[in-house]
């Protein structure tokens, strides 16, 4: 069974600009959730989306946006990037909210703004 | 606000010993979930080891073993018998799940630099 994938695995934009990172949960997970892991930060939550609507947010502006499509791949959006935005953005799954069950995180997409 | 700190930003260890992570954490829930994930250098994130607060017996896996001290909001990692592989970033995350009010969020301590020297 295929992991939690994410493409692309490294990213460099430069500021102003817009980045489109994507997710591919595990067959079967409905489930995904964002995080942010910047250097000094540790990690961070960003978004949860369920069933293709947004469920929760943590404390980011909203230039962070994203999108869960029929099929629960995700996507991440961050809208005019700024130099605080370099971090490991990483992506997880999970098969049923609110019961007890894992996250499965993927690989994580390097973005670099420059 | 659910709070996770772990006190040890580094540790190192010889293979074959044991050794133990700490962490802490704040809630005023009293059913939740602690985990531990590891994060080797190739950083692909792997839950090593995961509790339900509403059991008392501590979680054993292989070589890994929790000390769940709920009272005093605990959630130590136990190494034992360290193998080179261990080597990398440990974090111990908490959960509160929709079922208890929560927001399914994992709250992530900043990790623990772990090293597994030959």
């Known amino acids: 069974e295929a992991g939690v994938t994410q493409s692309p695995t490294h990213l460099i934009k430069t500021r102003g600009q817009q980045a489109t990172l994507r997710c591919s949960p595990i067959?079967?997970?409905?489930?995904v959730y964002w995080y942010q892991q910047a250097l000094g930060l540790g990690l961070q939550f960003l978004l949860w989306?369920?069933?293709?609507?947004?469920?929760n947010r943590g404390n980011f502006p909203p230039r962070f946006s994203g999108r869960q499509f029929p099929n629960y791949s995700s996507e991440l959006n961050v809208n005019a990037l700024e130099l605080e935005d370099s971090a490991l953005y990483l992506c997880?799954?999970?098969?049923?909210?609110?019961?007890?069950?894992?996250?499965?995180f993927g690989p994580g997409t390097r973005l670099t703004v420059l | 606000a659910q709070t996770v700190t772990q006190s040890q930003p580094e540790m190192s260890v010889q293979e074959a010993e044991t050794v133990t992570l700490s962490c802490t954490y704040d809630?005023?829930?009293?059913?939740?979930?602690l985990f531990w994930y590891k994060q080797p250098p190739s950083r692909q994130m792997i839950l090593v080891i995961r509790?339900?607060?509403?059991?008392?017996q501590n979680a054993t896996e292989n070589r890994f073993s929790v000390n769940f001290q709920k009272a005093a909001k605990s959630f130590s990692l136990k190494i034992s018998d360290s193998q080179l592989g261990d080597t990398a970033m440990y974090f111990c995350?908490?959960?509160?799940?929709?079922?208890?009010?929560?927001?399914?969020?994992?709250?992530f301590g900043k990790g623990t630099k772990l090293t597994v020297n030959p």
């Open positions: 067959s079967g997970h409905t489930s």
């Open positions: 989306y369920d069933e293709g609507e947004e469920r």
């Open positions: 997880a799954s999970r098969f049923h909210p609110g019961s007890y069950n894992e996250q499965f």
């Open positions: 995350a908490f959960i509160l799940p929709l079922t208890q009010g929560g927001s399914e969020k994992l709250v």
């Open positions: 509790q339900e607060a509403y059991k008392q």
């Open positions: 809630t005023s829930e009293n059913n939740y979930y």
